[in-house]
Structures are given as structure tokens and as C-alpha cells.
């Protein structure tokens, strides 16, 4: 007997990071907005262990990998037999999509279903939050609000004006190290101390249905070191604007820059830019903003 469940990623319309905590975190509040873009996990019986495979042989198959971690948390609070573990990758890493966090995430709910339920949601919750700051945001998979380092998560109903928009993301051929793009802040005192109330402004705007003013307040404090290192990532914007988009900006620490359109054709219609101006060795998607 087998179990596959489909693991996500996610954009942040919004990141305002408001300062730097004693723990070496950053304090921030972020709107996260799920993406129906999906790698795939499997999950059978073992006798014992964690056994884990990866199509991509690029990414670490050993206990860095964020699945394995999962896995030796979950077997850590319930101790039953082992799983083999396999992950099919399509979501590219190093993105600034939380795909590793999604595996993570859907790793728990993945283990926790197919061995009939023995931990708690909360339990799942705690344990998520040790894995990483994106990570309990995937348990839900649905928008949300993130606060404290981005793991206390409040769910948000969908918002109505978003339900035509499409969504391209546009990932070069780099990623970029999260660690490094918060360390690089030190170097940006305004994008450190971003001014509280941006995400409560862009949810409240969301909510009333004004969708360009919506698109004027996407924020992401991490572009300021991220753009200057890279230059790339804010022409990608440029173009996108310049291919009508209603908004464009950086996903978490990048590297990928995602734009918002009115509709598929205009989305397509930037898609098929793309190789022109910028060649053919970018990742790229383009899908139905509320699919999921
Ligand atoms: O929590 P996560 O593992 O995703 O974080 C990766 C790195 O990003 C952390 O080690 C830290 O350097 C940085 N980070 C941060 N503040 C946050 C989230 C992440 O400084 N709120």
C-alpha cells in the first residue's frame, strides 16, 4: 500500500520585515499566497528508518533534506515502523516558493495519514515550526498571514477580486541563499525597519476588491539587498510591467520574480516574450492565481 499527495509552493504578495529579534530571526509580517504548482511524495511502509529517494539528483538525499527532517520529527513524536519516501521535484529550489517547506509540510500530513492519525494537528503545527518558518503555513495551504518569523499563520478566506488573475513566475538559472538575503539586510536600515501595517493594508485592500490599488501595495523588504546583488531580477520586472502586468515583484528571498495579469491571454502573451528578451535557460509557469 502506497499514499501520494500533491506538496505546493506559495508567492508572498507581501513581506515586510519590521526588525531583527535577539534570536537572530527577523521579525516580519507576510501575506502568503498559495501556488497550484505541485512536486509529488510517496509514501510506503518500511521495517525501520527513514528511506528516502529524489528524481533530482542535484538536491541532498541525506537528513539536510527538509523531507527527511520532517520525517525523523514525526518518527521522533510516534515511534511505528519506517517509510520509504520518494519525491518527485518540479518546483525548482533556492526559488523563494518554499517548495522544500511545502515537501516538509506535506511529509507530515503525508505520514501522519498513512499511519492512521497518531499525532495531533498541533503536534504536526510544533513540529513544522522547528523545520522552518514557511513550514506550517503549507500544513494549511490555503492565504494567509504570517507573522513572528512567518510561522504564526491566520488563514484568510479567498479574496474574490483575485479569482480571473493569473499569475507568471519567472525564475532565472540561480537561486539565491535565504540566510545570505537576511543577512545583507544589516546593509538596508529602511527595508530592516519596514513600517508596520503593510500587510493589514494590502488584505483590507484585497478585501474591498481594488485590485490595482491592491497590486500597488505588493511589498518584499528582502529586494533591496537581493536586487542590488542582482541586477537581472528587477529588469524581469521591468519587462513584465512593461507587458501589463498589474503587479510584479520578488518571491520571499528570490531568485523568482512573479507578475500578477488580468486574465490568461495577457499572461500567455508575456510567457511567450520571455525567450526573446531573456533566452531560454529560465524557469517558467504560468497558472491560475486561486487554482490550487
Ligand atoms: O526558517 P527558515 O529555515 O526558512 O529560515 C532560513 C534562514 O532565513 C534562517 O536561518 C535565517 O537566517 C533567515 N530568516 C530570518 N528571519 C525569518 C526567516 C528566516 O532571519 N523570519
Not at 520571499?252 to 533566452?279: H, N, W, Y
Amino acid at each position: 500500500m502506497s499514499l501520494t499527495l500533491r506538496s505546493g509552493c506559495k508567492v508572498n504578495l507581501l513581506l515586510n520585515i519590521l526588525g531583527k529579534r535577539p534570536d537572530g530571526f527577523h521579525e516580519l509580517e507576510t501575506v502568503l499566497h498559495p501556488i497550484g504548482l505541485h512536486d509529488e511524495l510517496s509514501f510506503s511502509a518500511a521495517d525501520r528508518g527513514v528511506q528516502f529517494t529524489c528524481s533530482d539528483p542535484t538536491l541532498p538525499a541525506d537528513g539536510s533534506n527538509l523531507v527527511v527532517k520532517a520525517a525523523n520529527g514525526f518518527f521522533a513524536r510516534w515511534s511505528g515502523p519506517g517509510a520509504r519516501i520518494h519525491l518527485h521535484k518540479r518546483i525548482p529550489a533556492a526559488a523563494g516558493l518554499g517548495g522544500g517547506s511545502g515537501n516538509a509540510a506535506t511529509t507530515l500530513l503525508g505520514l501522519n495519514k498513512f499511519f492512521g492519525r497518531p499525532l495531533t494537528d498541533l503536534a504536526l503545527v510544533e513540529i513544522a515550526a522547528g523545520l522552518g518558518s514557511d513550514v506550517p503555513f503549507f500544513l494549511q495551504g490555503k492565504p494567509a498571514l504570517g507573522l513572528g518569523r512567518g510561522e504564526q499563520v491566520t488563514v484568510l478566506d479567498p479574496f474574490p477580486c483575485l479569482s480571473k488573475v493569473w499569475i507568471v513566475l519567472l525564475r532565472p538559472n540561480f537561486g539565491v541563499s535565504t540566510p545570505w538575503a537576511y543577512q545583507e539586510l544589516a546593509r538596508y536600515p529602511v527595508a530592516l525597519k519596514g513600517r508596520p501595517g503593510r500587510a493589514s493594508e494590502l488584505i483590507e485592500t484585497l478585501r474591498s476588491g481594488d485590485l490595482p490599488r491592491a497590486c500597488s501595495l505588493l511589498y518584499n523588504s528582502l529586494e533591496a539587498p537581493v536586487l542590488a546583488r542582482y541586477p537581472l531580477l528587477e529588469v524581469f520586472q521591468e519587462f513584465f510591467r512593461r507587458h501589463h502586468a498589474l503587479g510584479s515583484l520578488m518571491s520571499g528571498s528570490g531568485s523568482t520574480t512573479f507578475a500578477l495579469f488580468d486574465g490568461e491571454a495577457a499572461a500567455q502573451r508575456a510567457v511567450a516574450a520571455i525567450p526573446t528578451e531573456f533566452g531560454d535557460t529560465n524557469w517558467i509557469a504560468a497558472v491560475p492565481l486561486m487554482a490550487s
